[in-house]
């Protein structure tokens, strides 16, 4: 979408709109990727703290997602 002003119209003070193309949003596949992938998971052992493997990994990918959410957010943010 669009400013509703060309660039020569704009009025002073209103900045230009950041775009949401920038390729650190292909970051943002990993979270999805990596839990689909169940040859990963699909075992008992490791166990951390009793827990088999299946458990804490979901965890993992929870802190996956936090991560790289994170990540894309800080490095596309719009800076003044």
């Known amino acids: 979408m669009s400013s509703p002003h060309p660039p020569e119209e704009r009025p002073t003070g209103e900045a230009p709109r950041a775009s949401d193309r920038s390729p650190w949003n292909w970051v943002l596949l990993v979270p999805i ?21 299946f458990y804490w990994l979901q965890l993992a990918f929870v802190l996956l997602g936090v991560g790289c959410t994170a990540l894309v957010y800080n490095r596309t943010k719009r800076r003044d």
């Open 33 to 53: 990727a990596v839990p689909l992938s169940t040859p990963l998971f699909n075992h008992l052992t490791p166990e951390l703290l009793g827990f088999p493997l």
